[in-house]
C-alpha cells in the first residue's frame, strides 16, 4: 500500500480518517462500500489542481473503521459527513459520490442543502429496483453471516473487483486486489461490512425529486436501476459508453473532467 498523508478527525465517537489536498471551493469525494478513499485517488490528483479535494474512509470501511453505535443508515452516513466536514471548518462544499457514497451524497443534499453547493452522483445507489452486488448478497445470507465476520478470502475481493468493472478490467491487478483486501481485511471492517449489508434501509427515492442543488449524473451505460436524471430538477446526466460500477478508477481522467467542467460552469453562474 503506498504511503499516504493520512489525517483523522474526532466524529460521532469515532476517527474519521481522509487525505485533503489543493487549494480553492471544497470538494468532498465518498467512496463506494467495500472500497475507501482510494477509490477517488486518481479523480482527487487531477481535481486537487484547483479544488481543495478531501476524501474521507467512510465508517465502517478503510482505516476509519466500524461505528461503535453499528448504525449503518444511509441518513446516519450523511449526518456523520455533515459533522465530519464541520469538524474541519468547512461550512459549504460540493460533494460528489460513487455507488454508496452516490446514495450518501444525494441524501446530505436533502438534508443539508444549504452545505451543499453542487452534487455529482457516480453510479449512485438508492433507488430499490437496484441490482444488490454479490458481495452483499453474500454478506445477507444467514448462514455465511458468522463466517464473514471472521473471514474473506482475497479471491473473493478479486471476484467481486472483477464483477465490479466494465471494458477496463485490467485495472484489476495485484497491486489494487492487495489494496483492497487489506483494507477490508482491518480489524472490525469484515463484521462492519455485515452489519452495514443487513441493515434496514429505509426507502427515500421519493424524495429525490426535492433534491434542489445542481446535480451532475455519471452513469456507465450498463448499470441498471438509475433514474437521478430523471427525477432531480435540471440535472445534467453524462453516460460513459463501456464503463462498470467504479468509474473513479476505471477511467478518472473522465470522471474528473465531467466534474471539473461542471463546477467550473456553476461556479460562474453563481
Known amino acids: 500500500m503506498k504511503s499516504t498523508h493520512i489525517q483523522s478527525v474526532s466524529v460521532d465517537g469515532l476517527r474519521v480518517h481522509y ?13 463506494g462500500s467495500g472500497s475507501s478513499l ?43 459527513i455533515a459533522r465530519f466536514m464541520t469538524a474541519l471548518r468547512v461550512p ?36 430499490p ?3 444488490v452486488p454479490a458481495g452483499l448478497r453474500l454478506a445477507r445470507n444467514p448462514l455465511l453471516r458468522p463466517l464473514l465476520r471472521r473471514w474473506l478470502p482475497r479471491g473473493a475481493t478479486e471476484r467481486g473487483l472483477r464483477e465490479a468493472v466494465g471494458a477496463n478490467s485490467a485495472i484489476v491487478d495485484d497491486a489494487m486486489v492487495d489494496r483492497v483486501h487489506a483494507l477490508t481485511s482491518r480489524p472490525g471492517n469484515r463484521s462492519a ?11 427515500r427515492s ?27 430538477p435540471g440535472a445534467v446526466e453524462r453516460v460513459h459508453a463501456d464503463g462498470g460500477h467504479l468509474l473513479p478508477e ?11 467542467e461542471f463546477l467550473s460552469r456553476h461556479e460562474e453562474r453563481r
Open 19 to 31: 487525505e485533503r489536498a489543493g487549494q480553492g471551493p471544497a470538494v468532498v469525494l465518498l467512496h
Open 38 to 80: 482510494e477509490g477517488f485517488e486518481r479523480v482527487a490528483a487531477l481535481l486537487s489542481t484547483s479544488y481543495d479535494v478531501i476524501r474521507p474512509d467512510l465508517p465502517g470501511f478503510g482505516r476509519t473503521g466500524p461505528r461503535p453505535d453499528r448504525d449503518y443508515r444511509v441518513r446516519t452516513y450523511a449526518g456523520t
Open 92 to 127: 459549504h462544499f460540493a460533494v460528489a459520490g460513487n455507488s454508496l457514497g452516490g446514495n450518501i451524497a444525494w441524501n446530505l443534499a436533502l438534508d443539508a442543502p444549504e452545505r451543499v453547493d453542487a452534487l455529482v452522483l457516480v453510479n449512485a445507489t438508492g433507488y
Open 129 to 131: 429496483e437496484k441490482t
Open 193 to 203: 461490512f455485515v452489519d452495514f449489508a443487513n441493515t434496514d434501509q429505509p426507502d
Open 206 to 232: 421519493t424524495e429525490i425529486p426535492k433534491i434542489s442543488v445542481p446535480t451532475l449524473v455519471l452513469r456507465s451505460a450498463g448499470v441498471d436501476g438509475q433514474h437521478f436524471a430523471r427525477d432531480i
Open 250 to 260: 476505471e477511467d478518472p481522467d473522465w470522471v474528473a473532467g465531467a466534474i471539473a
